[in-house]
């Protein structure tokens, strides 16, 4: 049983040596404990402090891409490398490394496809009331969004089994954490979230969210476009029947004042009821188009996944 540790970086010179030293180097029922570095296009020595402290395997990108398409490609990398289980650290030593065999055991055991580790968001010294508050209703929203019971949506420190890292794919160019929650409850995997410790401290702020008014506005963002991403037909056939429903009401308004005589005074509500019903029909289109290409969507990544199983056994060879 083989597992990577994949850590995204950006400009993690400083932060690096203290996450990797955390990392226990044996575990109960692995085998193989390895380390892969996705170097986000860092400015400073992330890459040469990386290869000093022994990583296994590190990919560069030449320009900072994010944290979403460095999460992506670790995770595709893992696989390649022939990972059973990968767990995504971040770099600023914020998670506490001690608690890795705790949070892989429920793939280990069977019991779950992904495990997130729920931070202590009450407990934590250096979140600020605004803050707890926006991790604890982002969690709920996304609990609502998503139908997963997770606690702390927000959090990185996560586990994949191989069978789910091959069926993740990141589209979000902002966040990788509220997409692959979506993504693993539309595709059947099991998800479990267990109790996990921070360090004291904050080694640094963090890069992804540069202020809370910002981080509310992405966020919301974020969950309006992974709605219309993951549920086109609810979405588009909701926006149809809407349209339709107005259109309809306007429609009888003008009927009204007809029977009572006083039709000629009310051809603007025809106009509008026409244009209502109109765009009800084309957002009806819409939302059977949309559900077509959701479907070659789930067929490309069907491929994919083949594609990447037998790369990975000519990497074997």
Do not use: W
């Not at 049983?1 to 970086?9: A, G, N």
């Not at 997130?116 to 209703?137: T, V």
């Amino acid at each position: 049983m083989k597992l990577i540790i994949q850590i995204p970086c950006y400009n993690e010179e400083e932060t690096l040596p203290t996450t990797i030293q955390s990392i226990p180097r044996q575990i109960q029922g692995i085998d193989k404990i390895e380390i892969l570095i996705v170097n986000d296009g860092s400015n400073d020595a992330t890459a040469h402090v990386a290869k000093e402290l022994g990583v296994n395997y590190i990919v560069n990108f030449p320009k900072n891409l994010g944290l979403a398409h460095a999460f992506d490609a670790g995770l595709k990398n893992c696989v390649k490398q022939g990972a059973d289980i990968v767990v995504n650290l971040d770099a600023d030593n914020q998670y506490c490394a001690d608690d890795i065999p705790r949070l892989i055991r429920p793939i280990l055991d069977g019991k779950a496809d992904i495990v997130i580790g729920a931070r202590p968001i009450e407990n934590i010294k250096h979140f600020s009331l605004l803050k707890k508050i926006l991790q604890k209703l982002g969690s709920f929203v996304m609990k609502r969004i998503s139908g997963a019971d997770v606690s702390d949506a927000p959090s990185g420190f996560r586990a994949f089994s191989r069978h789910a890292a091959m069926r993740i794919n990141i589209f979000d160019n902002y966040t990788y954490t509220m997409e692959s929650i979506i993504q693993a409850q539309r595709k059947g995997l099991s998800i479990v979230s267990i109790p996990v410790r921070v360090n004291e401290g904050d080694l640094r702020p963090s890069r992804l969210i540069k202020n809370n008014f910002q981080y509310i506005f992405r966020s919301a963002k974020t969950m309006i476009r992974f709605f219309i991403i993951y549920h086109p037909f609810r979405f588009f056939a909701t926006l149809a029947t809407m349209f339709f429903l107005l259109g309809f009401l306007i429609g009888l308004r003008f009927l009204y004042f007809y029977f009572l005589g006083d039709g000629a005074g009310h051809i603007q509500s025809v106009i509008l009821c026409g244009l209502l019903i109109t765009a009800g029909f084309q957002t009806g289109l819409l939302a059977i188009i949309a559900d077509l290409m959701g479907i070659n969507r789930k067929l490309i990544e069907d491929v994919q996944i083949k594609i990447q199983n037998v790369a990975s056994e000519v990497g074997k060879r």
